[in-house]
């Protein structure tokens, strides 16, 4: 079974900085890869995904993440916080060829003003 | 609707007591999924429906669990003689069903408290 590592479970950024998640996964064959976000008193919904082709994969309100098969890892990154990234962002994976999406365990982030 | 809506949006029951839960997916979605979010643990795979073919029931953590998707429709997600440690936001979610790689459209999800 598909294994997915969330490496914190809260994350405080000032407003103005860099947006790390880490994401981990456990497979010998690379998996589709999702990051969702749920906003507060909202549906989770897709910020990006990783297919095949360019690893470093460019999503909404200016969320990449790149995909790196030597890591086995899928981190969430965002330049330069705003108030409104305050959220909780799950990483997911989906083996090729099913369809069963594998969720981490979430991290929330705060920013701070 | 264009989203995937659940009703209730919260649920308080008594230990013991039978809950069922609804979801309507995108029309014309043909997988709809539901999964089960508690505090601190990420979302747990419960069930999966795609069109006519038997459900994946394999996240169904009792025997207490059941669900059905009617006319390859609506969904509802049953829960028998329910415990405290069911209580959790219970999503659904739908896709087109065309894809392995294609996104989930989430509900809002159904708070269910059992006290």
Same mark, same amino acid.
């Given at each position: /079974?598909?294994?997915?590592?969330?490496?914190?479970?809260?994350?405080?950024?000032?407003?103005?900085?860099?947006?790390?998640?880490?994401?981990?996964?456990?497979?010998?064959?690379?998996?589709?890869?999702?990051?969702?976000?749920?906003?507060?008193?909202?549906?989770?919904?897709?910020?990006?995904?990783?297919?095949?082709? *360019?690893?470093?994969?460019?999503?909404?309100?200016?969320?990449?993440?790149?995909?790196?098969?030597?890591?086995?890892?899928?981190?969430?990154?965002?330049?330069?916080?705003?108030?409104?990234? /305050? *959220?909780?962002?799950?990483? /997911?994976?989906?083996?090729?060829?099913?369809?069963?999406?594998?969720?981490? /365990?979430?991290?929330?982030?705060?920013?701070? *003003? | 609707?264009?989203?995937?809506?659940?009703?209730?949006?919260?649920?308080?029951?008594?230990?013991?007591?039978?809950?069922?839960?609804?979801?309507?997916?995108?029309?014309?979605?043909?997988?709809?999924?539901?999964?089960?979010?508690?505090?601190?643990?990420?979302?747990?795979?419960?069930?999966?429906?795609?069109?006519?073919?038997?459900?994946?029931?394999?996240?169904?953590?009792?025997?207490?669990? &059941?669900?059905?998707?009617?006319?390859? &429709?609506?969904?509802?997600?049953?829960?028998?003689?329910?415990?405290?440690?069911?209580?959790?936001?219970?999503?659904?979610?739908?896709?087109?069903?065309?894809?392995?790689?294609?996104?989930?459209?989430?509900? &809002?999800?159904?708070?269910?408290?059992?006290?």
């Amino acid at each position: /079974a598909q294994s997915v590592t969330q490496l914190g479970s809260h994350v405080s950024v000032s407003e103005g900085a860099l947006v790390l998640l880490r994401c981990n996964y456990s497979s010998s064959v690379p998996p589709y890869l999702f990051w969702y976000v749920q906003y507060p008193n909202q549906g989770l919904q897709l910020l990006l995904k990783y297919t095949t082709g *360019a690893t470093l994969v460019k999503g909404i309100n200016g969320f990449e993440a790149e995909f790196k098969k030597s890591e086995t890892s899928f981190h969430l990154t965002k330049p330069s916080a705003h108030m409104s990234d /305050a *959220a909780e962002y799950f990483c /997911a994976v989906r083996p090729l060829g099913d369809y069963k999406l594998s969720f981490g /365990a979430g991290t929330t982030v705060t920013v701070r *003003a | 609707g264009a989203g995937v809506s659940q009703s209730p949006s919260n649920k308080v029951t008594e230990k013991g007591k039978d809950v069922e839960l609804r979801c309507d997916p995108i029309s014309g979605h043909t997988a709809l999924y539901w999964y089960r979010q508690s505090l601190g643990q990420g979302l747990e795979f419960l069930i999966y429906f795609q069109g006519n073919s038997a459900p994946d029931k394999s996240g169904l953590p009792s025997d207490r669990f &059941s669900a059905e998707r009617t006319g390859g &429709s609506v969904s509802t997600l049953t829960i028998q003689r329910t415990q405290q440690e069911d209580s959790a936001v219970y999503l659904c979610a739908s896709s087109p069903g065309d894809s392995d790689n294609e996104k989930l459209f989430f509900g &809002s999800g159904t708070q269910l408290s059992v006290l």
